[in-house]
């Protein structure tokens, strides 16, 4: 077998994987062809392929497969993981745990991680550019985007209440 045609198995494995996981995920058939670039009714077979070696047992379906594309769909729909700072150390949480929480809970948070920020002798650089590779600051750059985050939720809310106030 050449190179390129263990790529290409390699390749073909890992789609058939993404479109099992993802189909289960939510995303039609449809979908996944347009976002994986995939030939119409092309997701369908990659799907079926990846089930029917599961029935075989030639493939097994594990806990890590599934929470890896669980977290590749969440990204991919904006879900995206958020750090933030607390006084005893620092949490993740996805985007949508973030909008659930009550307001207090995020002015806590929003707190703590801006006093963390104010703390951070480098605080200037990071709205520079990341540097390729290693990024020596990611905590505060992903502190700094729950900030971001939490105030978008808070002003959505204020806003909602405003005009539901107007409203009434």
């Not at 390129?4 to 449809?30: M, P």
């Not at 990846?50 to 029935?55: M, P, Q, S, V």
């Not at 620092?90 to 929480?101: A, G, I, P, Q, V």
Request: contains cysteine; glycine residues 4%; proline residues 2%.
């Amino acid at each position: 077998m050449t190179d390129n045609e263990e790529s290409n198995e390699e390749y073909g494995a890992y789609l058939e994987e993404a479109c099992f996981h993802l189909h289960k995920k939510g995303l039609s058939f449809d979908e996944l062809s347009t976002k994986l670039e995939l030939q119409p009714g092309e997701a369908e077979k990659l799907y079926k392929s990846y089930e029917n070696k599961l029935k075989k047992g030639s493939v097994v379906e594990d806990v890590i497969d599934s929470r890896l594309w669980a977290d590749v769909h969440d990204d991919a729909t904006g879900n995206e993981k958020i750090t933030f700072a607390r006084d005893n150390g620092f949490y993740h949480c996805k985007r949508s745990d973030l909008e659930n929480m009550d307001s207090t809970a995020l002015m806590s948070i929003f707190e703590t991680s801006k006093r963390f920020l104010d703390y951070d002798i480098y605080k200037r650089y990071l709205n520079s550019k990341p540097p390729v590779g290693y990024d020596p600051m990611a905590l505060q750059r992903q502190v700094n985007r729950a900030i971001t985050l939490i105030e978008e939720i808070l002003k959505q809310r204020y806003e909602q209440e405003k005009n539901s106030k107007k409203e009434s």
